[in-house]
């Protein structure tokens, strides 16, 4: 009899930012124009010198354009731009250099505090300099003298942009064109940690003093409750608290309020940085010794090591009158404490599924 095997999972695939696939049909798009060529697909080559070929789905002269279009391809990468039809149009121009244009389902910054400007589209700067590169190349192979006008849409852009971070930093009415290796490397959260600085940096350019990140809904309506904060202070960091954390020391601000369910906060006092399961877990004797700490008797202890959940710990220790819910807090203050720089006050919250507060220290 043959021993029994285990099928191995198959590796994740890796996909090309909007940044590559703007600048796929950017050159597409004016190569059309320039040499009167339509490809069904064309070669790019990413910031650390690899090649790609994309495919597209249309490249044709409308007017006095043409225009070029692929499927953003995320591949196993849970990206909320996955399958978005992405095209440019490009407009020939005397004068020499690139206009970008913030076309349909593109962004635009109205905020200050973002590497880009007010009033400029939001497409960032790694696709910019891959879109620019890419169509100077052709300029100069094919001896034009002038510039390009390059408008970048995203098909239903408007929509995806809701449920990304882009309306709470500031940029309205679309997607960002990102990417800075041209690579989506499936479940890098790359792009979710990028945000996170991004909305810090908005809320300290704009002189808030206070911020307060938060792992989710829940917390989030908590701070606004407590703190009557706006959107722009309030950072949504879910697991990526190391993100938070490590950012404040390169732009302190006066004051940071940190909030989330109480396990995870239990995570931090444990000195996880990355508060998902995946990377970490809540360690049941270690809540049973910072409940001994503040008065659990032996039995108290033996019964939150045997705990199903954090929340089932938190309610014994409740029920026997030890604020666990302190304590734990008190731990993930000081951690946060040994993270950022000394004038940076810090504070932090635990909530209950309900949002209801569970724990505080460092409260002013």
């Not at 005397?94 to 880009?116: D, N, S």
């Not at 910072?290 to 008065?295: L, P, Q, T, Y």
Request: proline share 5%; glycine share 10%; net charge negative.
């Amino acid at each position: 009899m043959r021993e029994e095997t285990h099928e191995q999972p198959a590796p994740l695939r890796s996909g090309l930012t909007t940044g590559s696939c703007a600048t796929a049909t950017s050159l597409a798009a004016a190569k059309l124009l320039l040499t009167g060529q339509c490809d069904d697909a064309v070669d790019i080559t990413l910031p650390k010198g690899k090649v790609v070929q994309m495919r597209l789905e249309f490249c044709r002269l409308v007017g006095e354009r043409a225009e070029a279009g692929t499927l953003k391809d995320a591949g196993d990468d849970p990206d909320v731009t996955h399958g978005a039809l992405l095209y440019s149009q490009i407009r020939l121009q005397e004068q020499p250099g690139i206009r970008f244009v913030a076309g349909l389902g593109v962004g635009t910054v109205t905020r200050p505090g973002l590497v880009l400007a007010v009033g400029e589209p939001a497409i960032n700067p790694v696709p910019r300099r891959m879109i620019s590169e890419h169509l100077q190349q052709l300029a100069d192979a094919c001896s034009y003298p002038g510039g390009f006008e390059v408008t970048v849409n995203v098909q239903g852009g408007e929509a995806l942009a809701l449920k990304t971070m882009n309306p709470r930093l500031g940029i309205l009415g679309g997607l960002s064109i990102l990417g800075t290796s041209g690579i989506v490397r499936p479940f890098s959260c790359s792009a979710y940690i990028a945000s996170i600085h991004q909305g810090i940096d908005v809320a300290h350019t704009n002189g808030y003093t206070h911020i307060a990140a938060c792992t989710g809904n829940a917390s989030e309506d908590t701070m606004r409750q407590v703190y009557n904060l706006p959107e722009i202070a309030l950072i949504e960091m879910g697991d990526f608290v190391g993100a938070v954390l490590k950012h404040v020391r390169k732009v302190p601000v006066p004051r940071l309020t940190l909030c989330g369910g109480f396990g995870k906060i239990s995570k931090l006092a444990a000195g996880h940085m990355d508060l998902h399961s995946r990377h970490s877990s809540i360690d049941l004797p270690q809540l049973a010794g910072w409940a001994a700490d503040i008065g659990a008797d032996a039995e108290l202890q033996a019964a939150i090591i045997a705990a199903n959940t954090s929340q089932q710990a938190l309610a014994l220790a409740h029920a026997a009158g030890i604020a666990l819910g302190d304590a734990v807090c008190a731990h993930a203050l000081a951690f946060a404490r040994s993270v950022v720089p000394t004038q940076v006050h810090v504070e932090v919250f635990a909530i209950d599924r309900q949002g209801g507060i569970v724990g505080k220290a460092g409260v002013q």
